[in-house]
């Protein structure tokens, strides 16, 4: 059912995205992830190609499609705009610190970066990632538009 992806190319904030990339990753966490680690992931607006990775591999994130799960849990709306503050203070945020705040709060062992991630957020925000390599974070997997890095505790 994903056979799709391979040549597929979506369009969003003004960039193309080709939908491989996040093919190649997912198959490869598939394949390779033990257990439910939680992952952090772009979480957009409705309708988009957020959510994917939760979606195409069953793993916890720290949040799916944010009017799903309010619809679902109407009575923690607040808990659910939290979270995506959060998603998206986590892929902004210069500050290590903050960053790992966040990770912990959600007890986050992956985070997802890919060519939607980049689209959404500004590239100082993704950068840090690369910069806490080897201090706080383990590339364990990357293709020319995929990172997924392990977070060290």
Not at 6 to 14: R, T
Not at 15 to 26: F, G, H, S
Not at 95 to 111: F, H, P, Q
């Amino acid at each position: 059912g994903l056979a799709y992806m391979e040549g597929a190319v979506i369009h969003d904030q003004g960039q193309e995205i080709e939908l491989k990339y996040d093919k190649q990753a997912t198959d490869w966490l598939l394949e390779n992830i033990q257990g439910r680690p939680v992952v952090l992931e772009a979480t957009v607006d409705i309708y988009r190609w957020g959510s994917r990775v939760s979606i195409i591999t069953g793993l916890p994130t720290v949040l799916g499609w944010d009017w799903h799960e309010k619809q679902q849990r109407w009575a923690y709306v607040h808990q659910v705009d939290r979270r995506r503050r959060d998603v998206e203070a986590a892929y902004r945020t210069t500050d290590g610190e903050e960053l790992a705040t966040i990770l912990k709060r959600y007890d986050v062992e992956l985070i997802y970066v890919g060519a939607l991630e980049r689209a959404y957020y500004p590239p100082e925000g993704i950068a840090k990632f690369d910069r806490l390599v080897g201090d706080r974070l383990v590339v364990i997997y990357q293709n020319p538009e995929t990172k997924i890095y392990h977070v060290v505790r």
